[in-house]
């Protein structure tokens, strides 16, 4: 595995090379507060011969801690990464957050890619983006931005979440990824804390809706796949992760789009079954 050190409108982003230049490329986008290294475990799924790319978004991951971090932003610092890596025709991949990017960028720049696959995108119905966004008032109010930050060390981030929910449904080994790439040294203290701070994951969930998607998914001519999970429930607990945020629908705001449900996964499916993800990102049926 290669990383690139990049400057994309004066900030500085961390991307992740795998593969064979020449090979068939794949770009990975992550899930807000992820980063680049939660694909390991689906690239290794992956040819060897393909030529694989994923991004720390910033605000997370390696990649500089600076505003904004909306998702429109973030859309745009991905085109400008795909650019400074001469990515063309590549399958476009997108888990929650990064499937609503990924899903921006085909929009602004379809040279870049062949086909899409979205991986519970989190992309409401199309009235959502005319109402206030979210139930909290301000930064200090979102529960993320109160998660313990600072760790003695990976192991014990990791031992910290391996026996809670949603952290239970994951690989051992995809959990450990998260954790061991998830964190950076601590500056001020011995140990190690998180490379996305919670109130930058909590910014970015407020901010989910700077962007309305539905005016460009019209515009976007390849093949997409929309793999979804099954949905929340009024009875569901506030902030449950594991429920899907794609709207059951949405594979009708494509021109030309396929919805996958995935009755057995929840949201966290590439952590669950990172195989299955690589066989839809290799074209097989599954």
């Keep these: 595995m290669k990383t690139h050190d990049l400057t994309i409108d004066g900030v500085s982003l961390v991307a992740y090379e795998w593969g064979q230049p020449g090979g068939q490329q794949v770009v990975l986008a992550h899930a807000t507060g992820f980063h680049g290294r939660c694909w390991d475990k689906v690239v290794d799924s992956l040819p060897n011969d393909w030529h694989v790319f994923a991004l720390d978004a910033r605000g997370h991951g390696l990649s500089e801690k600076t505003e904004p971090v909306t998702w429109g932003r973030f859309a745009h610092d991905l085109v400008g990464v795909l650019d400074e890596l001469q990515v063309r025709d590549a399958i476009g991949v997108g888990h929650?957050?990064?499937?609503?990017?990924?899903?921006?960028?085909?929009?602004?720049?379809?040279?870049?890619?062949?086909?899409?696959?979205?991986?519970?995108?989190?992309?409401?119905?199309?009235?959502?983006?005319?109402?206030?966004?979210?139930?909290?008032?301000?930064?200090d109010e979102h529960p993320v931005a109160r998660r313990k930050g600072e760790f003695a060390s990976w192991q014990?981030?990791?031992?910290?979440?391996?026996?809670?929910?949603?952290?239970?449904?994951?690989l051992p080994d995809v959990l450990d990824d998260y954790c061991r790439y998830g964190v950076v040294p601590d500056p001020d203290g011995e140990g190690v804390k998180l490379a996305c701070p919670g109130r930058v994951e909590a910014s970015v969930y407020m901010g989910n809706f700077d962007t309305d998607i539905y005016p460009l998914l019209g515009k976007i001519e390849q093949p997409v796949q929309i793999l979804r999970a099954p949905g929340g429930t009024q009875a569901a607990p506030?902030?449950?992760?594991?429920?899907?945020?794609?709207?059951?629908?949405?594979?009708?705001?494509?021109?030309?789009?396929?919805?996958?449900?995935?009755?057995?996964?929840?949201?966290?499916?590439?952590?669950?079954?990172?195989?299955?993800?690589?066989?839809?990102?290799?074209?097989e049926e599954i």
């Design 238 to 283: 506030e902030m449950d992760f594991a429920a899907s945020p794609t709207w059951p629908d949405l594979a009708a705001a494509f021109l030309n789009a396929e919805d996958c449900y995935q009755a057995d996964l929840t949201h966290f499916m590439p952590m669950q079954d990172p195989q299955r993800i690589a066989k839809y990102i290799r074209g």
């Design 156 to 170: 014990a981030f990791r031992d910290r979440l391996k026996d809670r929910h949603p952290y239970t449904l994951w």
């Design 96 to 139: 929650s957050m990064g499937g609503h990017c990924m899903a921006h960028a085909c929009a602004l720049r379809p040279e870049f890619f062949v086909r899409l696959v979205l991986v519970d995108p989190v992309i409401f119905p199309a009235e959502s983006y005319t109402k206030p966004p979210g139930t909290f008032m301000s930064l």
